[in-house]
Structures are given as structure tokens and as C-alpha cells.
């Protein structure tokens, strides 16, 4: 399979990409690691007339602890998220799902920014960045502007970003001493994609008990979301394992999902509680409790 015939450009700086971006409008792409824009060129589902290549340009890669906040640029591959100690120790659910993306050469050369941009219902990242509370920070020929994770994903494979700004920055809260976070997915045996993908994020009060939860899960529906729910079933309370189950059985009943060759709603709305559960005893151990 060839791709319909596009020009290429390379920039050196966000300025040349964005003048790009300005002069080519809606027949121009940004390509980073092009695991998921080239496999929709070459079936003819995207069609760009001209790909922005982030690849040359300094400073959109790279993980740093500044201020309360992990800032990871943009261009940051999995792989570099997966091995790095600050992701690890900081933000451990994030180095769980980029250690479970695809395979190495998905891990390779998929950087956090693409997958972010490109919002697929089955990707594992736009969940955990929903229980990590990250802010997007973007920047177009207007200015910079910084975006909630969840004002940013607005649909299946929809975001605000608008056609003309770059996805730069990702900037997640820091957490403190009793807050664990853990990810868990099961995969789609052939792609490795979320059939569902749970994140969450516990801190403890000193007296063992939830002071505030976060729960996003994924691949149930258009897009990751949110489970207030199940959030708030786990507040003030001792995160014991019947407690967490009653969560999980929240979240479970707040996915949509349909029928499909995968399975039927009710083997996945199982799958759900299996999940959920899984990452919530992760998190509440990573938490100390
Ligand atoms: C075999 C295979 C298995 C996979 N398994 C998984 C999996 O298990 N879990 C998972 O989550 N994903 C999986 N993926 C998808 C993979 O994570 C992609 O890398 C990701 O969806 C896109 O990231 P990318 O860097 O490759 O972006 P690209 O494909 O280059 O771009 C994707 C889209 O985002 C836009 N874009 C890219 N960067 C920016 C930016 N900085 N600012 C604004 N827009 C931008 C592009 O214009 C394009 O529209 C898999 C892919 C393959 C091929």
C-alpha cells in the first residue's frame, strides 16, 4: 500500500513549522513518529498534501522535574518514558502504559505528543493523562495556550487542538508522598491497543484513608473518560479490597461499550471491573497503604 503523493519539510524550529502550518492550512500534517499518521496515508484514509516533520526540532523532547511539575516534551518516545527513573518514581502509571504500547518499534519511534494529538479511543496514554490531571501546553501563530487534559480530548480521534498549533509540552502535577498511581490494560492480542486500559491515581491521608482519587479508563467508548463515580466511593474511606471493588463496579457501569468481534458489553464491562480493580490495588500499594 503507497500513499497519495505529498511534499515533505523537515524545520529546525517550531517558528518554520508553524509558518508551514500557516501557509500550507488543512492540506498540511504534522508527522513525529508516524506510527499511526503513515498507517491511515497509506490506506488512503489521510490524505495530506504535506507533511511537517517535529523530527529536527530542539527542545520537543525531554523529561525534567521543574516547579511541583514533570514537563515532558512533546517528541518524547515511550521508550524514553518507559526508562526514565523520573517517570518512574513520580509518575508511575505513565511509565506502566508506555512500557505496554505496541511493540519496540511502535515504542521506539511513538512519541507521547502523537499519541496525545491523535486521540484513538484504544490508546493508552490520553487515560492516564486524564488521571494525572496533565495540562497541555500548545503553541500556534496566536501565542501559547495551555489546555486541562480533559478539556483537551473532545471526542473519538478529536481534540481542541486547533489545525495550526503544536502540541509542545506536557506538564503533570507532582505527587507527594502518599499518592501512588498504577496502570493496567488488557490487550488486544493482535495490535496490543486497549481493549480497556484503567488509570488511577490515590492519595492517602495520614490515617490510611483516601483523601483524593483519580480513575480514567480507556477504550470503552470514543474516548477516554473520567469516573467521578467511582472517585468518590473510594474518598474518606479505607481503600480495603471491598471498597475497591465497589469502585471498579462503578467504573463498569459507567463505560459504554459495544458489541463487537472483541466481545459482548457484558464480557467487556467485566473486563472493566477486572481492570480497574487491578490498578486500584496497584496504586493503593504504590501509596503506601
Ligand atoms: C502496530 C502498532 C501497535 C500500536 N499499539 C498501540 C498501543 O498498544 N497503545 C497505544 O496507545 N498506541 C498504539 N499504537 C499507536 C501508536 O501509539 C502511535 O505512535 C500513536 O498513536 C501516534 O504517535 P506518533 O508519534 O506515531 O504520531 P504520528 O502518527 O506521527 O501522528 C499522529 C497524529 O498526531 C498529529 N501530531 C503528532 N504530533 C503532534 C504534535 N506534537 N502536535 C500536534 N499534532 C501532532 C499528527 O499530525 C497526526 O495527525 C500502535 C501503533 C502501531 C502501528
Known sequence: MYPASFSYSSPTSLDDALALLAEHGEDAKLLAGGHSLLPLMKLRFAQPRY?????RIAN???IERSAGELKIGAMSTYAALAASDLVRTLVPMLADAAAQIGDPQVRNRGTIGGS???ADPAADLPTVMLAADAQM???GRRGTRVIPAQAFFVGM?????????VLTEIRIPLADAREGSAYDKCRHPASRFALVGVAASIRLAADGTVLHARIAVGGMGPMA???AGAEAALKGH???AEVRHAAAALVAAAVDPQEDLQGTVAY???LAQVYAERALASAVHRAGG
Open 116 to 118: 496525545l494529538a491523535h
Open 137 to 139: 501546553a500548545v503553541v
Open 268 to 270: 467487556k464491562r467485566n
Open 238 to 240: 479505607a481503600p480495603t
Open 225 to 227: 473518560v473520567r469516573v
Open 51 to 55: 507533511l511537517v516533520d517535529l523530527r
Open 60 to 62: 520537543l523532547s525531554g
Open 157 to 165: 480521534l478529536t481534540t481542541s487542538l486547533a489545525p495550526d498549533e
